[in-house]
């Protein structure tokens, strides 16, 4: 904790870029620890690529650590850059994001930096090109420069008793869409929809590929049975949802497997 403190140091007020997940959600609950509540903004950007379910956990866990959090509106889904979806569409969503901070939030609310919970894994990763927007803006990433990793971020998630310190990650819906195929309001509604279905029976992750009228629904090898259990009703669900088809990856869960496939460092399936 002494090498965020130091990458904090000299902070007055600072804005947190907060989804609820585990890395920012730890990232905030330090600020608070070291700032002070008075001192620290949590700032939600939403869109259509935010699932409903992870919008009300941000406002959840925000309000748990007694943080005070802005939602604000982003319109990633009006540049062309982001919606033709390529590698590198988390570039322009952060780019999105950190611009709608500078421009709007940075002055209303006296600011004087802006940090996200990059952790230093993911700083090694080469599909995690958000990164780059932040350099752009100058956004703090304490965690990263700290060398926190994922595991002892969730270390630390536990000490502070934040409250998704197990939560498995939860990227934007976009991702779920491969590269190269246009990312649409509707798709994403479609993947909302169809991993609702999958969540209520208890899953406890989820990825729902869009592969145009087939959802192909990941989960881990724990969860296959149960899938296939209730297989007619999320048939039904993900037809409700605007699929014609429905089929479960016996690969399991696999994080960032578009990307990956783009850059060459996965086999494409």
């Keep these: 904790m002494d090498r965020v403190t130091e990458a904090l140091d000299g902070v007055h007020r600072l804005g947190v870029a907060f989804s609820g997940g585990v890395d920012s959600a730890t990232l905030l609950a330090l600020s608070l620890r070291l700032l002070g509540r ?11 690529s935010l699932a409903a379910r992870d919008r009300r956990r941000a406002r959840d866990v925000a309000d748990g650590l007694g943080a005070t959090v ?6 990633e889904g009006e540049r062309e850059d982001y ?40 700083a090694r990763r080469p599909d995690r090109p958000g990164a780059g927007a932040a350099r752009r ?48 309001p509707e798709k994403l509604g479609q993947v909302e929809a169809a991993e609702d279905a ?6 406890r992750d989820v990825r729902v590929r869009h592969h145009g009228d087939l959802a192909r629904i990941e ?16 048939v039904a ?7 014609r088809h429905a089929t479960v990856d016996l690969a399991g869960l696999q994080s ?8 060459g460092l996965r086999a494409a399936r």
Excluded: M
């Design 237 to 243: 669900a993900c037809r409700t949802a605007g699929f």
């Design 198 to 203: 999958v969540l209520a029976l208890g899953v």
């Design 219 to 234: 989960v881990a090898p724990a969860d296959l049975a149960t899938v296939l259990e209730h297989r007619e009703e999320l």
């Design 38 to 48: 008075e001192r620290v903004l949590a700032i939600t950007g939403v869109s259509p």
């Design 70 to 75: 802005v939602e604000v509106p982003t319109h």
């Design 137 to 184: 803006h100058r956004v703090l990433r304490p965690l990263a420069d700290a060398g926190a990793d994922k595991a002892t971020v969730r270390a630390l998630a536990r000490w502070l008793e934040v409250p998704t310190a197990e939560a498995p990650a939860s990227p934007c819906l976009a991702s779920r869409i491969p590269h190269g195929q246009e990312v649409t």
């Design 256 to 263: 960032g497997v578009f990307t990956l496939e783009a850059l």
């Design 83 to 122: 919606r033709r979806n390529g590698p590198d569409r988390c570039f322009f969503c952060k780019d999105e994001l950190f611009s709608v901070i500078s421009d709007d939030l940075v002055s209303e609310h006296d600011l004087d930096a802006v940090a996200y919970g990059e952790n230093a894994d993911d």
